[in-house]
C-alpha cells in the first residue's frame, strides 16, 4: 500500500504545473464544431501537445438559450467509470488480496456466471449476458417512470443473468457487456468491506485531488456548472434528462467528471503512478488476438497510426471520450451532449485525429 501513495504523491507533483491556455488552433475548433453540426446540442473539450493546453466548446449548454457550454462543466461520463474500477481492482490485485484468474464464483458464490474469472469480466469475453438489454430505453415510457428510481446491483445483475450467455466458453470471444463491471463491483466490496465508490474515492479521487469527479450512487443531481443533457421525448422532441438517478448505471458507468479531472486520472493512470508496471502492461493486453479492449481500457489507432490509450462512454445524456498517445504528450478529452440526429462516431474520430496527428 505504501507503494501506491508513493506512487500517487508523484503523479500529483508530475501533473501540478498549471494549464497555459494558448490561441485557439483552427482546426481543432472546426473539428470541435463539425461534431455538434453533425450530432450534438453543445461539446467541449481539452486537448494537449506537450505544455500547450487548448480548451475549446461549440453549440450550446441549453436547448433554446444562447448560453455557451461551459468550458470547465462536468458531466456523467458513462462507461470511462470501468477504468476506474479497473484501476482499483488491479490494486487489489497487487496488494494479493485478489487474483485475475480467481473465479467469479469465489466472491460471489451461487450465481450463474458461467465459469468466469475476474480476468473475463474485465475484459469483456466472459459471455455474460449485458443487462443494458433488458432495460427500457426511449421512446418507451416506462424508461421515463424509472427517471427516479434505485436500482439495486443485485437487481440489475439478476435482470442480466436471467438470461442465457452470450458465449458458453468465457476467455474466447469479446462481448461487451455492462453486466461484467456490475460483478467486479460486487467483488470490489466482498474483498475490501467497503463499497466501490468509497474505494473509487480513498484509491483514486481523493489522491489525485479530482475535485469534479464523484461516484454519486442515487443522488440525481449534477452540481457545479454543466451544460444540460437530454434523451428523446415520445414526441421525437428533446427532454431535458440532467437530472436522474444514476443508480441504473452502477459500477459501470454511474460517475460524474470533467475533461481536466479525466485528463489527469488518464495520465496518472498510464503515466505508472497508480498501478505497478506489470499490471499496468495487463490492462494493455487484449482479451483476444488482435483486440482493442484490454483490463477496463481500450485503445483505438489514428489515422496517423498513433496508438491513444483510455476509453469512452455513453451515458444516454452525455458521451465522452478521453484518451492519451504512450508518450503522455498528446492527450484529448471530449464531451458531447447528443442530440440522436445522427451517429456522432464519424465527427468525434475526426476530431480525435486532428488532436493526435495535427
Known amino acids: ?60 449548454s441549453e436547448v433554446g438559450t444562447t448560453r455557451p457550454v461551459p468550458l470547465a462543466g462536468r458531466f456523467r461520463i458513462g462507461s470511462v467509470t470501468k477504468t ?25 458464490p451461487g450465481l450463474p456466471t458461467n465459469g468466469a474469472t475476474v480476468r473475463q469480466l474485465m475484459n469483456h469475453t466472459s ?14 415510457p416506462e424508461f421515463y417512470a424509472n427517471r427516479w ?6 437487481e440489475l445483475i439478476q435482470r442480466a443473468l436471467a438470461n442465457p450467455p452470450t458465449s458458453t466458453v468465457p476467455g474466447k470471444v469479446y462481448k ?8 467486479l463491483g460486487e467483488i470490489v466490496e466482498k474483498v475490501t468491506g467497503h463499497s466501490y465508490a468509497f474505494e473509487i474515492e480513498r484509491r483514486v479521487i ?70 505497478p508496471r506489470g499490471l499496468l502492461r495487463q490492462m494493455k493486453t487484449p ?14 489507432t489514428t489515422t496517423c497510426g498513433t496508438t491513444v490509450y483510455g476509453n469512452d462512454g455513453d451515458a444516454l445524456t452525455y458521451q465522452a471520450w478521453s484518451f ?3 508518450d503522455l504528450r498528446r492527450r484529448a478529452t471530449l464531451v458531447l451532449t447528443p442530440n440522436f440526429a445522427a451517429d456522432s462516431d464519424g465527427p468525434v474520430d475526426t476530431f480525435l485525429d486532428k488532436a493526435f496527428c495535427d
Not at 127 to 140: F, H, I, N, S, W
Not at 176 to 183: A, E
Not at 211 to 217: A, E, K
Request: proline content about 6%; aromatic content about 8%.
Open 1 to 60: 500500500m505504501m507503494r501506491r501513495v508513493g506512487l500517487v504523491v508523484v503523479a500529483i507533483a508530475l501533473l501540478a504545473a498549471p494549464l497555459r491556455a494558448e490561441a485557439t488552433p483552427y482546426g481543432l475548433q472546426r473539428g470541435l464544431d463539425e461534431v455538434v453540426s453533425a450530432a450534438g446540442v453543445g461539446a467541449q473539450a481539452q486537448v494537449r501537445d506537450g505544455a500547450t493546453v487548448w480548451r475549446g466548446r461549440s453549440g450550446v
Open 84 to 108: 476506474f474500477l479497473a484501476t482499483v481492482a488491479l490494486q487489489l490485485v497487487a496488494e494479493k488480496r485478489l487474483g485475475l484468474d480467481d473465479p467469479v464464483d469465489r466472491w460471489l
Open 127 to 140: 459471455g455474460l449476458y449485458d443487462v443494458l438489454y433488458t432495460l427500457p430505453r426511449p421512446p418507451q
Open 149 to 154: 428510481r434505485t436500482w439495486t446491483a443485485d
Open 176 to 183: 461487451y457487456s455492462n453486466t461484467n463491471y456490475l460483478l
Open 206 to 275: 481523493r489522491p489525485l485531488h479530482l475535485h469534479d469527479t464523484s461516484v454519486p450512487g442515487t443522488d440525481p443531481r449534477l452540481t457545479g456548472p454543466h451544460a444540460h443533457g437530454y434523451v428523446p421525448s415520445p414526441d421525437g422532441k428533446l427532454l431535458d434528462f440532467s437530472v436522474m438517478n444514476p443508480s441504473i448505471f452502477g459500477a459501470a458507468g454511474e460517475m460524474i467528471s470533467s475533461t481536466h479531472d479525466l485528463d489527469r486520472f488518464v495520465t496518472a493512470l498510464l503515466g505508472g503512478h497508480l498501478l
Open 287 to 300: 482479451g483476444t488476438e488482435n483486440g482493442h479492449y484490454g483490463l477496463g481500457l481500450a485503445w483505438r
Open 324 to 326: 492519451a498517445s504512450e
